[in-house]
């Protein structure tokens, strides 16, 4: 069964062990808003989604490094045909600072 962002966060704080004030400072967010999360007031950012699946084992933030995700996508993407998704890719890239 699949944990709701509400979950994720809250049982992520819970087994970090830290007090709200320690996990909110850790993570970049004031204690206001981790307790709206935790309670489902509010729907928590992806990036702070993405740190709490980190910490539940959901994910591992160093499943592919960055070498391996340049060579799939040029593997993939090197064939004339995919000319637009080519240009959508580096279009989309191009909008990260």
Known sequence: MALSPREI?????????????????RHGITQYNLSRYANGKVKPPEELLMQCMHILGM??????????????IQKKLSRPEQAVVRRAVYDLLSNFS
């Open 9 to 25: 966060v809250r049982t992520a704080w819970k087994q970090t062990g830290l007090n709200q004030s320690e996990f909110s400072s």
């Open 59 to 72: 994910i591992n933030q160093d499943d592919i490094s960055p070498q391996e995700l340049s060579d799939l």
